[in-house]
Every structure is written in C-alpha cells, then in structure tokens.
Nanobody, 118 residues
Framework: QVQLVESGGGLVQPGGSLGLSCVASGTKFMINARGWYRQAPGKERELVAQITRAGSTYYVDSVKGRFTISRDNAKNTVYLQMNSLKPEDTAVYLC????????????WGQGTQVTVSS
C-alpha cells in the first residue's frame, strides 16, 4: 500500500528555518500533485503549498516568499523549505500525494510537528 513518511519537524526560534521531507513508497500510478497541509490547534486544516506534475506551484498567501515547495520524482519525495518562520506557523504539517489511476486518490502522511517559539 502507499505510505508517506515525513521528517524534519521540530522546534525553531522565530526567524529561523526548517526543511521538511516526505518520502512516498508503494505508489504505482502517476502522481498528479504533491503538497503540504498544516493544522494548528483549534483551526481548520489549511493547504500550505502544492506542486503539480507539470511543476506548477501554489502557496497560501501567508507563506508566500518564505516557503518553497520542491520535489524529486526519482526519489518520490516532496520537500518544504520554510524560512523566516513565525509563531503562527506552528502546526502539525501533513504531506499528501494525489495518485491518478482511473480516479484521483489522495494519500496522507502521519504529520510532523513544527513549533516556532522563543
């Protein structure tokens, strides 16, 4: 079955940087898109960034200019580089892949905690 394993979360001071990775295994069909959501306590899950098969990217307004999403198809991995982190970036970050066979199926990682605090 498809599994996604995230790594790279942790505690960082405001203004600092973190890099997240998400390795997918077990995928058999074309990956239509990969990306990252985040969920903070008491808030709805929010799409942070996405990269499509064609390489188009999306960022939520609050992270534009600070976060960069990238991928390595050979490694079946998506990355999220987060710079100039703010306390409001604190959340569990979850990666996903959209695998496309006869229909699009989304698979999720287990999440990794990012805490921005002094």
């Amino acid at each position: 079955q498809v599994q996604l394993v995230e790594s790279g979360g942790g505690l960082v001071q405001p203004g600092g940087s973190l890099g997240l990775s998400c390795v997918a295994s077990g995928t058999k069909f074309m990956i239509n898109a990969r990306g990252w959501y985040r969920q903070a306590p008491g808030k709805e899950r929010e799409l942070v960034a996405q990269i499509t098969r064609a390489g188009s990217t999306y960022y939520v307004d609050s992270v534009k200019g600070r976060f960069t999403i990238s991928r390595d198809n050979a490694k079946n991995t998506v990355y999220l580089q987060m710079n100039s982190l703010k306390p409001e970036d604190t959340a569990v970050y979850l990666c996903y892949v959209d695998e496309m066979s006869s229909r699009v199926v989304r698979y999720w990682g287990q999440g990794t905690q990012v805490t921005v605090s002094s």
